[in-house]
């Protein structure tokens, strides 16, 4: 090994030490709970089982000694694996997608809360093993990402527990039983109950805070200054999803008409539903569309373009494998064309029409919506059939339901939302740039 990476695994031996301990704490914690709540002895010794496994990884990590540290790394040849396989976006986001489907399909499997705890920590295994490679342990431990990885475990936590307990409603309505939440429907007073409890979390949030501040320093960085830009230069975190639109997308597309079509949309959702089906308790069966839609819409459309942003785009906004050096030269040549281009260079074999020189304006409009016409075509096709045939077919019971107001609104929404996917297959498959490209005002879709 380089001198260099020496000293890195010096440097992380400790963090690693004690965050193999940490995780055997945890599932102590886990046996002990689980033993006490009788029945499952062998669940038991099985998390005890696996916290002394952390205990035994501990002393590898903690000597920092490269041949002892192997045994606590991810093997060079999967990691070249992963980055060869992680070599753009295309994988990235099928993968994404193809997980959320697996996992959607056999939710009654993956809620269980032992298999959330095996795939809990077997991310944290991963993620500790791969803290041995410098690249990603200076990705994710950067001051501006460590949020970021503990916001991703939240979310996966919360999505969990959404999920689990509608799958136990929906189990108990199909036996003709009341879901969990008309159980228990006891009211509480504001104060001092409720007073209370926020005034606990207040104290134990501030305190965390506290810690968080001294632990980890603020990421400061100098001025800002014209002459020296960041590479890359990210926007907050909560922005890198847009950020990642502009790969795709025009400035005013990725920035203001789908924000602004996803804020209407929030605000339009309680005039356009019309089912009264699963008010004030979890399911997924009794509002299944719905469902669907926010966790594609939510999850696969907006956290994975932030994680995209966040741990995988790199210098130049080039995309890195997660083991990936982080390298300012590397060179992603594009050769992005416009359908136009498509249409009129290499379908016609004739050269893009051009307004000639000394045209009134109304002559250069017409040629520029000659020139852009296949892509204008394509796009009043697309908003002006695609509704009526969802009609009549896989949304015909909505349209039953809906009224052609509410229709209406709800299939331009989807047809929105499916614009994004419909644009990455498009970049990737045809290195498609623009449907209409209209350079003369700015206006490209």
């Known amino acids: 090994m380089h001198h260099n990476e020496v000293e890195f695994l010096n440097g992380i031996a400790a963090f690693l030490g004690g965050y193999y301990i940490a995780l055997a704490l945890i599932n102590g914690i886990a046996s002990l709970y689980v033993w006490r709540q009788g029945g499952r002895p062998g669940l038991a010794t099985l998390w005890a089982g696996l916290g002394v496994f952390y205990v035994i990884l501990s002393p590898f990590a903690l000597s920092g000694s490269p041949e002892m540290m192997r045994f606590v790394s991810v093997p060079l040849w999967i990691q070249d694996l992963v980055n060869q396989t992680f070599g753009g976006p295309v994988f990235y986001s099928v993968g994404t997608t193809a997980a959320l489907v697996v996992m959607f399909l056999g939710r009654k499997f993956f809620v269980q809360p032992v298999v959330a705890w095996i795939m809990l920590n077997l991310a944290l295994l991963a993620m500790g093993f791969s803290m041995t490679n410098p690249s990603f342990s200076a990705i994710v431990t950067k001051p501006d990402n460590v949020p970021i990885v503990g916001l991703v475990f939240l979310l996966g936590y919360f999505t969990w527990l959404s999920a689990y307990k509608a799958v136990i409603n929906d189990e108990r309505m199909e036996r003709g039983e009341e879901p969990l939440e008309k159980l228990d429907n006891e009211k509480v007073l504001v104060w001092p109950d409720l007073v209370y409890t926020e005034m606990i979390c207040m104290v134990a949030l501030t305190a965390f805070l506290i810690v968080w501040a001294i632990c980890l320093p603020a990421p400061l960085e100098e001025a800002a200054s014209s002459v020296k830009t960041p590479n890359p230069s990210k926007a907050p975190w909560y922005f890198l999803g847009l950020q990642e639109m502009l790969v795709y997308y025009d400035p005013w597309m990725a920035g203001v008409v789908l924000p602004s079509m996803v804020l209407f949309g929030l605000i339009a959702i309680p005039y356009i539903d019309f089912n009264r089906e699963g008010s004030g308790y979890y399911t997924i069966n009794q509002r299944k569309f719905a469902y669907v839609m926010f966790q594609i819409g939510f999850l696969e459309m907006w956290v994975t ?118 644009k990455m297959v498009l970049r990737w498959s045809f290195n498609l740039k623009y449907i209409v490209h209209i350079e003369e005002y700015f206006l490209n879709f």
Request: glycine letters at 6%.
């Open 305 to 422: 373009l932030i994680v995209l942003g966040t741990f995988l785009r790199g210098p130049n906004w080039n995309f890195f494998g997660p083991y990936e050096i982080w390298d300012a030269h590397k060179v992603e040549a594009l050769n992005n064309v416009d359908l136009s281009e498509y249409f009129w260079v290499a379908l016609l074999n004739m050269g893009v029409p051009q307004a000639p020189e000394g045209a009134s304006m109304a002559q250069k409009l017409g040629f520029i919506f000659y020139r852009e016409a296949p892509g204008i075509l394509l796009l009043l096709a697309y908003f002006t059939i695609t509704p009526p045939l969802l009609a009549i077919t896989v949304l015909k019971k909505f349209y039953v339901k809906m009224g052609f107001l509410r229709f209406m609104i709800l299939a331009n929404l989807l047809m929105f939302m499916a614009l994004l996917p419909i």
